[in-house]
């Protein structure tokens, strides 16, 4: 039997692992990673580079190093390399190549890729003392389960869907079967949504010179450094766990987390295509949307009038529901597990949410506060984590 077995190889998933193998001086023997890619943060690292980001966005401490300073000692022993690049107001934003760089030594320093075993979850249950996972290639059965399955369901808009079912070409940047680099030519493409992602993939696609590209937003950019404020790092979460009631964490993090924001370097970007006619900007929302014929859709906008367009590309984001699925919430039905009103889990501080389950990222939210999704909340989460390893 495992010691541990979390559910999701991403960047909590694999933090996680590190830390683990590193303070229990541990091995495959005794923990292992779940997840369907054969390599570590693969799915992140799909959806980072759909949406063409050079930069991450959080700084260089929110790494996957032991320590905060980690990627720092790391970029300065790449120093004079290319890909040894920070950006941002106080350049410390780590390019992506050197973040990877960096997570690629950990991998390999640690043995993390050993420790992964290939494929999905599909049910949990219990068995003595044991929490029984069923995957698609048989069970496995571990002390502690820890699911760090991130945000697992793009947001479809429902015009998308209908137009997708109609035959229509549209993709969402952060599915599976979505990739930005093959994209056939097009005359008119369409980028939905107004956060970072949308306007990073609006100038990915223009520096494809392909054909011509519109943003499609509800609203003006709304400019942000990050997407909480960096209080929810650290200085607030006293405040944070002094909140009682799931309800209040909930409106409390619907309120922070700056979600649909666009960092002022990124919105300068655009601006600069918008006025060097590279890139349209439309303020308006989807009422309607109907095939055409000769692979055209036509999107309504309401009193902004029409668009025709043969690509529709969804930088919509993720459901806010509760990640998992179908058979997350058959679990919590049958083992049973706690759930706030708001679908999210109930758990402790050791982020125990019952019968050996743990959980970090999103479903870690209501514990861990604003920043649960982001990488720094991988070390928060890991930090709790290790009071019971
Ligand atoms: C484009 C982009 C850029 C971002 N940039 C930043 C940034 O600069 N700074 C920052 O702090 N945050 C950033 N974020 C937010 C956050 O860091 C990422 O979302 C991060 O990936 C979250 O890590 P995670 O491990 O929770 O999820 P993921 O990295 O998505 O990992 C979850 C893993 O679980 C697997 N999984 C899901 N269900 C199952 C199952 N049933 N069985 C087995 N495996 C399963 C998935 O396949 C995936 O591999 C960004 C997010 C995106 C999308």
Redesign the pocket.
Known sequence: MLDWLI???????TYLSSILASRLGAGADRIRV????DEP????YR??HN?G?EF???PDV?CLGDHPFALHEFAREKRGRALARFTGPYRNQPSLELFRAHVDSIVQERSLGGMRLR????RLTRSRRAVRVETDDGTLDARRVVL?????RSAWPWWAVELRAAGARVGHI?DRDFCRASLAPWTRAVVVGGGI?AAQTALALASRGHGAVTLLTRHELREQNF?AHPCWFGGCLGAFARLFDPGLRRALIRRERNRGTVPPAIARELRRHVDEGRVEVRLAAVRRAQRLGAGLARLDLGDAGTLEVDLVVLATGFDPARP?GD?LDRAVDELPLSSASCGYPLVDGSLHWGHGIHV???LAELEIGPAA????G?RLAAERLMAVA
């Open positions: 559910i999701g190889g991403g960047v909590h998933g779940l997840d369907p890619d943060l693969a799915r992140w959806c980072a949406t980001m991450l966005r959080s929110h494929g999905w979850a599909r760090a399955i991130g945000s697992t952060f992602s997407d998992g058979w970090m990222g999103p999704r982001n990488i720094i991988a």
